[in-house]
């Protein structure tokens, strides 16, 4: 089971996904953006069965599966039910992406049965997304066998902090005795370095690699702001 997370050590993911309402979002397209991505990727990070298909289909490196879903009543969404990650095994991932942050989950299943499901059922290693210090203890004692601080930022109890979480990160290395993971808005090649000299296992790449949607606004709200022939 743990070939796949010793293959990224000291490497770069590339997470490849898009909007549901981008023209990228096609399975097609995220197979491309996948098979370009290994020219120089280790792994690749991937959205939903039938995009983890495709990719299966062009790449043979390791594949951070994951499937996000929204749950009426509930915050977690990455992979929040064992359901949702035998989906993602069966299509093809070598390491199944779960949210281990400290809310409300949907159903009876606590942290610790998902991990253990995907560990028996699946034969697959856990990789737990966090956004504190508090809530990547917890995966850790489960039996997760990597820890990363993809969720920094991104949760209720973060959303006044901004990401990368190399703080979190720091912290993760001085508790955990598993891999950690940096991810989350690790927007160019300087601080993928950091993150590694830091003690980060391996470091996930997304938006700025993959992101055009968002990267395009981001240039032309830039440029139109300061042309004046545009009026803002």
Same mark, same amino acid.
């Given at each position: 089971m743990n070939n796949a997370i010793e293959y990224l050590h000291h490497r770069i993911i590339v997470s490849c996904q898009a909007p549901i309402d981008s023209p990228l979002y096609h399975p097609s397209v995220i197979a491309a953006m996948a098979q370009a991505a290994v020219n120089g990727a280790a792994g690749v990070r991937i959205d939903t069965p039938n995009h983890i298909i495709a990719?299966?289909?062009?790449?043979?490196? +390791?594949?951070?599966?994951?499937?996000? &879903?929204?749950? $009426? *009543?509930? !915050?977690?969404?990455?992979? +929040? &039910? @064992?359901?949702h990650a035998q989906a993602i095994a069966k299509a093809g991932a070598d390491i199944v992406a779960i949210d281990a942050t400290q809310i409300n989950r949907p159903g009876e299943e606590t942290l610790k049965d998902i991990i253990t499901k995907i560990h028996q059922q699946l034969g697959k290693p856990v990789m737990a997304d966090v956004d504190t210090i508090e809530s990547a203890i917890a995966p850790g004692s489960a039996g997760a066998d990597i820890v990363s601080t993809t969720l920094f930022g991104y949760t209720t109890a973060t959303k006044h902090l901004f990401p990368p979480g190399f703080?979190?990160?720091? &912290? %993760?290395?001085?508790?955990? $005795?598993? +891999?950690? @993971?940096?991810?989350? !808005?690790?927007?160019? +090649?300087? %601080?993928?370095? &950091? =993150?590694?000299?830091?003690? =980060?296992?391996?470091?996930?790449?997304?938006?700025?690699?993959? *992101?055009v949607d968002f990267l395009t606004k981001a240039y032309a709200q830039a440029v139109n702001k300061s042309n004046p022939y545009i009026k803002n």
């Open positions: 990719v299966r289909q062009k790449v043979n490196v +390791p594949i951070i599966g994951l499937w996000k &879903q929204v749950i $009426d *009543g509930y !915050d977690v969404y990455i992979t +929040p &039910q @064992f359901r703080t979190l990160l720091s &912290q %993760m290395l001085k508790e955990l $005795d598993i +891999p950690v @993971f940096c991810e989350g !808005d690790i927007s160019s +090649p300087q %601080m993928a370095c &950091q =993150a590694l000299e830091l003690g =980060a296992y391996a470091v996930v790449v997304g938006t700025a690699i993959t *992101g």
